[in-house]
């Protein structure tokens, strides 16, 4: 079975704090992909990073990092020097590389006070 | 590039009533998937629909049907609402199958059950 657990419910930090979002998952299968997608109170889905299973390189982009270990099956995201914008509900998810069901996490509410 | 449009926004419908919701696929897109997002949780998986044929469902009761057009668009019709039904419904396009390629999502149609 696949599952996605995300345990930070709520997490409200002041502007230009850095902060980490945890996620970690369960599966059987060895091939995989990862994912971290962004809800703004808009409500859609704004998609932030794939990550394969057999890639477990780090990867940056801006103020934004992922840490991808899979030997406690966890897909962390990290930003740095958050912003107010930042305020958003952030999923993680897990696919099998042969099947369209994407399973996602209970998300993530962050706010970012000025 | 057109990202992905939804419609209607927002929609009331009663117990037993039937719905279609409606969703355009980015363009050079030939994938739609169809997601459920009850409040406060992650979208979970209806189905999938790949060159007008469905191609994969998640744990859905047969009232949830779908269609694809030749354009690529898609419908989402739910039969005899039920008030459980009530959530986001979420559209998301991907080129190819959703196997390799990331999914971009619409900004959803919120359904209220009466």
């Known amino acids: 079975a696949q599952k996605v657990t995300q345990a930070q419910t709520e997490i409200s930090v002041v502007e230009k704090e850095d902060v980490t979002l945890d996620c970690v998952y369960e599966?059987?299968?060895?091939?995989?992909?990862l994912f971290w997608y962004k809800q703004p109170p808009s409500g859609e889905l704004v998609f932030l990073i794939r990550?394969?299973?057999?890639?477990?390189q780090n990867e940056i982009s801006g103020r934004y990092s992922w840490n991808f270990q899979k030997s406690t099956s966890s897909f962390n995201f990290t930003i740095t020097a958050s912003q107010v914008v930042d305020s958003a509900v952030y999923f993680c998810?897990?696919?099998?590389?042969?099947?369209?069901?994407?399973?996602f996490g209970a998300g993530t509410r962050l706010t970012v006070k000025p | 590039e057109t990202g992905v449009t939804q419609s209607p926004t927002h929609l009331i419908k009663t117990r037993g009533q039937q719905v279609t919701l409606r969703c355009s696929s980015q363009?050079?897109?030939?994938?739609v998937s169809w997601y459920q997002q009850a409040l406060g949780q992650g979208p979970q998986f209806i189905f999938q629909?790949?060159?007008?044929?469905?191609?994969g469902r998640g744990n859905f009761p047969p009232r949830f049907s779908g269609l694809q057009f030749p354009n690529y668009s898609s419908e989402l019709n739910v039969n005899a609402l039920e008030l459980d039904d009530s959530a986001l419904y979420l559209c998301?396009?991907?080129?190819?199958?959703?196997?390799?390629?990331?999914?971009?999502f619409g900004p959803g149609t919120r359904l209220l059950v009466l």
């Open positions: 998301a396009s991907s080129p190819k199958t959703a196997l390799q390629e990331t999914q971009y």
């Open positions: 629909y790949y060159r007008e044929e469905e191609n």
């Open positions: 363009s050079g897109h030939n994938t």
């Open positions: 599966t059987r299968d060895t091939t995989y992909y």
């Open positions: 990550r394969n299973s057999f890639d477990e």
């Open positions: 998810a897990l696919r099998k590389v042969n099947n369209n069901d994407m399973r």
